[in-house]
């Protein structure tokens, strides 16, 4: 079973929505959603909309909360957990170990089994405030990267996002427990 997590990069929803229905096809998915990913409406859709195609395309109910995140360490294991769009400010707190929402413990948890943890990223800070910390996670064990590049290098000079149509090959890579390569896309 693979975990798919998706946070608060709502802009990315779209495409996060189209690799997660690729992937049903092939594996059985426990969708997870950050309480803001799960609660929040923006310009890029109401939130409703959001849960009624994820659960409607993984056939079971999102997990939602740190209590049903939790049972993912001692009860649940998945395959790997794909954190799909993952924002810098989700990265950053598994960098730190704070674990504080449904997405962060669902990591922690995976981490805690020595399973993979598969991660998209989408955040406007990359480059900057969150390097720190993309950097830091690539260097722990059982972290990986879906390959990323800079999304609109003038316009928004620290923004990075990964290549949504290598996350199969970085799926395929993690599992093995290795890292797709290149990581960074061009």
Do not use: W
């Not at 859709?45 to 999102?62: F, P, T």
């Not at 990265?91 to 991660?119: E, F, H, W, Y």
């Not at 989408?122 to 950097?135: E, I, K, Q």
């Not at 395929?172 to 960074?184: C, F, M, N, V």
């Amino acid at each position: 079973m693979i975990g798919f997590c998706m946070t608060g990069s709502f802009c990315s929803f779209s495409k996060s929505l189209a690799v997660l229905e690729k992937l049903a096809e092939k594996y059985e998915i426990l969708p997870i959603m950050s309480e803001n990913a799960y609660s929040l409406d923006t310009k890029f859709g109401k939130a409703e909309e959001h849960i009624n195609k994820v659960e409607d395309i993984c056939k079971r109910q999102i997990v939602r909360t740190i209590p049903d995140a939790e049972p993912i360490g001692p009860s649940v294991v998945l395959d790997c957990l794909v954190v799909c769009p993952c924002t810098g400010n989700t990265l950053s707190k598994v960098a730190l170990g704070i674990t504080d929402t449904s997405a962060t413990m669902a990591i922690k948890a995976q981490l805690r089994n020595c399973r993979p943890v598969l991660i998209a990223l989408a955040t406007n800070d990359g480059l900057s405030g969150s390097f720190p910390n993309v950097a830091k996670l690539m260097q722990r064990k059982n972290v990986f990267f879906v390959p990323f590049a800079q999304d609109s290098p003038f316009k928004k000079k620290n923004s990075i996002v990964c290549d949504f149509d290598k996350l199969q090959a970085a799926l395929d890579a993690a599992l093995e427990g290795e890292q797709l390569q290149p990581i960074l896309a061009t």
